[in-house]
């Protein structure tokens, strides 16, 4: 199992963000994390990438027990995020976004070259179609940004990839291409945890369902067989 997070427990004054909720995930699965607003899911994936630090409960990534205490050190283990804002600079071209900050230090063009030999090969093996490289990512649609996003994400060869609401405000095309994108990182042996309130893309994409509510886990459902009736109604604790 490449990610196990138990009992995990998060506090903020008198609201118990995180009741003892937990998750697993294994190299090759999506498992998509979903729940009603306040549910938990933000502040587990918080805790997860280093963002927040849980009051309670274990991690184990690879099958050893590690603490994360900032993203840095999630990074580190080759756990990356791809959070909702993208982070990405519209100013400058999709090259110069993929290695923002680990730039290739040389005094010649030869670094320039060879970042943008190494964007045109990382992206066309995840099939992303852009045009143009030197292009600015201010040019680009939004499935093309949230693509140069997780290709950024994959450069540091990462072991898990979350996506934070991937296909949020994206067009039946876009989101298309970026759900096709999900199964490329499965089919690369990816562990992918992602959170999302889109029922269809997370059926049309996922290995796993886990519901949470109000902190706690109340489900953990094979998307094969998983009908909506039952993933709605784990989400609003109705009676299916």
């Known amino acids: 199992m490449t ?44 805790v997860v990438s280093g963002a927040v630090q849980p009051d309670g409960g274990t991690l184990t990534f690879l099958e050893r027990p590690v603490r994360v205490h900032r993203p840095s050190d999630a990074q580190a283990l080759g756990i990356t995020t791809v959070f909702q804002d993208l982070a990405l600079c519209e100013n400058l071209d ?3 976004n993929l290695f923002l900050g680990v730039e290739r230090r040389s005094f010649s063009v030869l670094g320039e070259l060879a970042m943008e030999r190494t964007a045109r090969d990382l992206l066309a093996s995840l099939d992303v179609r852009i045009p143009d490289v030197r292009a600015p990512v201010a040019m680009l649609s939004g499935g093309q940004r949230q693509s140069v996003a997780i290709a950024r994400a994959l450069l540091g060869e990462p072991k898990m990839v979350i996506l934070d609401e991937p296909t949020a405000a994206l067009g039946v095309e876009q989101t298309a291409q970026v759900l096709d994108l999900v199964r490329r990182l499965r089919e690369r042996g990816l562990a992918v945890l992602l959170i999302s309130h889109n029922l269809v893309d997370v059926r049309a994409v996922s290995d796993r369902i886990v519901v949470l509510r109000l902190g706690r886990n109340v489900a953990d459902l094979e998307t094969a067989t998983a009908s909506q009736e039952q993933i709605v109604a784990a989400i609003t604790g109705a009676v299916p």
């Open 3 to 46: 990610l196990e997070a138990f009992d995990i427990t998060k506090t903020y004054g008198a609201v118990r963000a995180l009741d003892g909720a937990s998750l697993t995930v294994a190299a090759g699965e999506v498992v998509a994390l979903v729940g009603d607003n306040g549910a938990g899911k933000s502040t587990l994936v918080k």
């Open 94 to 96: 999709v090259v110069a």
